[in-house]
């Protein structure tokens, strides 16, 4: 059974930060790429920052320069690392894994919630 389990998620002011992780259970792990995506009340989920299984990464251009996508592949885990929070990060953020060469193995976690607030 796919498992793909989000933590760290919570309040903070703006300008804060915080650490989202992700725990992949049941999948080959370094066969997959993973990524950050994130949905806001009353719109559609988008992406934040992608890591292939060999390391490359990418990021929404309203994230670059403040957050950090890494992988450890001997733990399982993605993490993302996000600075300089603003208001418009609140979300639900959801870990994603997707398959590097099969389009139907694609899986998701359940979300953590970010909220960025005074």
């Known amino acids: 059974q796919v498992q793909l389990v989000e933590s760290g998620g919570g309040l903070v002011q703006p300008g804060g930060s915080l650490r989202l992780s992700c725990a992949a259970s049941g999948i080959t792990f370094r066969f997959y790429n993973m990524g950050w995506y994130r949905q806001a009340p009353g719109q559609q989920r988008e992406l934040v920052a992608t890591i292939s299984s060999g390391g490359d990464t990418n990021y929404a251009d309203s994230v670059k320069g403040r957050f950090t996508i890494s992988r450890d592949n001997a733990k399982n885990t993605v993490d993302l690392q996000m600075n300089s929070l603003k208001t418009e990060d609140t979300a639900i953020y959801l870990c994603?894994?997707?398959?590097?060469?099969?389009?139907?193995?694609?899986?998701w976690g359940q979300g953590t919630p970010v909220t960025v607030s005074t």
């Open positions: 994603n894994a997707a398959h590097r060469s099969n389009n139907f193995r694609i899986f």
